[in-house]
């Protein structure tokens, strides 16, 4: 059975004959445009006539739905995305061979007749019943051209689809006052760019400078004669046409095409039989569409883009307005992603953690000032198959993460730290600090106190029995000595340390607000994403003001129109004392404390460790005065408790956030600032405690490794088993499963 043009419907017999029934309605309309007068075909009554011209032309040519280019900060393309795959060239930009090759074999008559070529429909009508079944057909490109603006509107949907192709006579007389229209107010040079730019040429390529480049690699402007020929055959039916699929079939119709452009003058029967004698030669790209394409290991950074594009309000109104602008495409999208710092990341994350491996790790980067994300990659590949996930380690459920993010561990003392100096605490401030101790009886909150009502009673202890205090801050933060901070959160309240995380942009994982109960706002029991966590060690970076961070930087469509773009939004958290005295505290953790591993070179740099209950998530999260960085490891399950593993073929007997987390941070950084600029942070300075030996305190520890707390302190909460799936709720108030730092 003879395959019809794309879109089905009737035989091109029925379909002539029907439009012998449109001009017979169409009367003295179709006069004007090179018919026969209408006594010629016995018109009919007066009032068919009228009924014809009630049609509204008002034809609404859509913009052609194309490729969206997703760059880089430096104008390297990243990825490119798109719902149809087309580029839209003008008519001088399209191999002369091209045009003459598809009007030769869609409609020879084009430049003589107007939107119907009624000699074509007498001719096609001929022919086919001479074969006894569909030979010819007989509409015009600008005929062919109407249709395929609806279909384009149409778009994915289905339904709309089908009423698009529809060979009902309604349709065709639709068809045909849009064609009259179309003629008068576009003239055939531009219909037949237009058409060449709309059509569908199969191997999902629309347009000619798609089919171009998918067949042959090459612009629409350098195709040959014979390369021409080959995709005007396509047109009538991609499928059954395909040079990819069936050489010999798409031989034949390209032969076909090149007879038919000597038959009507366009070139000679010895260039038609020379362009018929060469083999078809393809040399075909294979379609790159999608996130999943991108390069550099930005794959989840695009689909991030993506998410913001289609949830932002600058972008339309509603979510229907938005997905419609990114569905139409043709736009051009500079993201803030650093080239050099996405290198930089992905170079270290190769480097120590493999995607074979049981755990993962997720790695962002952020710029303070301007919440610029300059970084972002993950061991886990975007991708479908084994060790591959869709889920962005990096950011919030609501923009492709997991469904609550990842407990920080001590990485969330510093917040606690800044609220109680903001307050009003000095940076000497001393606790006892024992090596254990319950949680205080009560703890006031912004509301109602929290009441340790365990049965029996809420309790901690810190990594080592010969961490027992007292302790000032400075020590305390370099150690990260669980009991001091949850006696500082006593001292202070919690209602302090929720109002300083809200200006610090740290919510859950969810999107969700903190819960105020001591684990959560003292350990980091609770889950926070990367980026939200570097995003807010970036306000430390930037003297206390905190931007939201953001990942589009211009937008232009494809007639070069800007469009609106987020913007961060900049607040001051803290006052600039209080950013500068953590700034001195979070130094002297890569300095001398629990993230020694993870110091750079000859660079002020500050950063805090963080290990969770049984080691199922280790953090680093550190700073320069220009970059801010967060690392995650661990088991996006929550599953893998990180004791006697092996991560980038190096065994951990324990896991802390100094050891892994820290290292890969370094890297990372150390990379991404290559060549940067070494600016210092202003520092505070901390008076030494009165008593600072450590026979008096019974300290004598390796301050080289990171450190917690070994226990869960409220028994028997876990945090969820599926943090990337399922029905399971956030973690319940009250949980504390921190190792401390």
């Not at 079944?133 to 689809?161: C, I, M, R, W």
Request: charged share 20%; with cysteine.
């Amino acid at each position: 059975m003879p395959k019809n043009r794309s879109g089905g419907g009737l035989t091109a017999t029925q379909q002539a004959a029907k439009f012998l029934g449109v001009a017979a309605l169409s009367g003295v309309v179709l006069a004007g445009i090179a018919l026969p007068a209408a006594g010629a075909l016995g018109l009919a009554a007066k009032g068919t006539v009228e009924g014809f011209d009630e049609i509204p032309a008002n034809l609404k040519t859509p913009p052609l739905s194309q490729r969206t280019k997703i760059l880089d900060s430096k104008g390297g393309m990243l990825a490119t995305v798109y719902s149809r795959d087309r580029t839209v060239v003008p008519l001088k930009d399209i191999s002369p061979y091209m045009q003459k090759a598809i009007i030769a074999i869609e409609d020879a008559r084009f430049y003589q007749h107007g939107a119907v070529d009624l000699k074509g429909i007498l001719r096609a009508m001929n022919r086919n019943v001479q074969a006894g079944g569909t030979a010819q057909g007989a509409s015009t490109l600008t005929q062919q051209y109407v249709k395929n603006v609806f279909v384009e509107e149409a778009g994915d949907d289905p339904d709309k689809v089908a009423q698009a192709t529809q060979q009902t006579m309604g349709r065709k007389i639709q068809e045909l006052k849009y064609a009259i229209q179309v003629e008068e107010e576009l003239g055939k040079k531009k219909i037949l760019e237009n058409y060449l730019n709309i059509t569908f040429f199969g191997q999902q390529a629309y347009g000619i400078e798609a089919a171009s480049q998918r067949y042959f690699s090459k612009s629409a402007k350098d195709l040959k004669l014979e390369e021409a020929a080959l995709l005007a055959g396509i047109v009538q039916s991609p499928s059954r046409y395909d040079p990819v699929n069936d050489a010999q079939e798409a031989t034949k119709r390209r032969n076909t095409v090149l007879q038919r452009m000597a038959a009507v003058g366009d070139i000679t029967q010895a260039a038609a039989k020379k362009a018929q004698a060469t083999p078809i030669k393809l040399r075909v790209s294979k379609p790159k569409n999608g996130c999943i394409t991108a390069v550099s290991g930005a794959a989840f950074f695009c689909d991030y883009v993506r998410k913001v594009f289609l949830a932002d309000p600058v972008f339309g109104k509603t979510k229907e307005e938005r997905a419609k602008v990114w569905n139409q495409g043709g736009l051009t999208v500079r993201t803030t992603l650093d080239p050099q710092a996405q290198a930089g990341v992905q170079s270290s994350i190769k480097s120590h953690v493999y995607k074979t491996d049981k755990v993962a790790t997720a790695v962002t980067l952020v710029q303070p000032g301007t919440g610029k994300i300059m970084g972002m990659g993950q061991s886990k590949p975007y991708g479908f198959g084994p060790n591959e996930t869709q889920y962005n380690y990096s950011v919030n459920k609501d923009k492709g993460g997991s469904n609550y993010g990842f407990p920080t561990g001590s990485t969330f003392k510093p917040f606690l730290a800044a609220a109680a100096i903001e307050g009003g605490k000095p940076a000497t401030q001393m606790y006892s600090a024992p090596y254990e101790m319950d949680y205080p009886d009560t703890v006031q909150t912004c509301g109602k106190p929290w009441v340790n009502d365990g049965v029996p009673k809420y309790h901690l202890e810190n990594e080592s029995e010969s961490e027992e205090g007292p302790y000032a801050l400075t020590e305390a933060m370099e150690m990260s000595v669980n009991t001091y901070f949850v006696q500082m959160l006593q001292d202070i309240g919690m209602c302090p340390v929720s109002q300083m995380t809200d200006k610090l942009g740290v919510v859950q994982g969810d999107g969700t607000k903190l819960p105020q109960n001591p684990s959560t706002l003292t350990l980091g029991s609770n889950g926070l994403s990367p980026l939200t966590m570097a995003s807010a060690y970036a306000a430390f970076a930037n003297r206390g003001t905190y931007c939201t961070p953001i990942a589009i930087e211009a937008v232009r469509t494809a007639d070069g129109k800007s469009l609106p773009v987020p913007k961060t939004t900049c607040s001051q958290a803290m006052s600039q004392t209080t950013a500068d005295t953590v700034n001195t505290l979070l130094r002297g953790v890569v300095d001398s404390g629990t993230g020694r591993e993870a110091g750079l070179q000859n660079r002020d740099n500050a950063g805090k460790t963080g290990t969770t209950d049984a080691r199922k998530n280790a953090w680093f999260v550190g700073y320069t005065p220009n970059m801010s960085g967060a690392v995650w490891v661990g088991s996006p399950s929550q599953s893998v408790e990180m004791e006697n593993i092996t991560i980038g073929g190096v065994y951990q007997d324990k896991v802390y956030g100094g050891q892994v987390p820290g290292p890969i941070w370094r890297d990372a950084m150390t990379n991404a600032l290559n060549g940067l600029p070494a600016p210092s942070f202003n520092t505070v300075n901390i008076p030494a405690p009165r008593d600072n030996s450590d026979e008096d305190r019974g300290r004598g520890r390796d301050r080289r490794r990171d450190r917690g707390d070994g226990n869960d302190p409220f028994p028997g909460i876990s945090v969820p088993p599926d943090f990337l799936g399922g029905n399971n709720g956030p973690q319940r108030p009250g949980h504390g499963g921190t190792k401390g730092p």
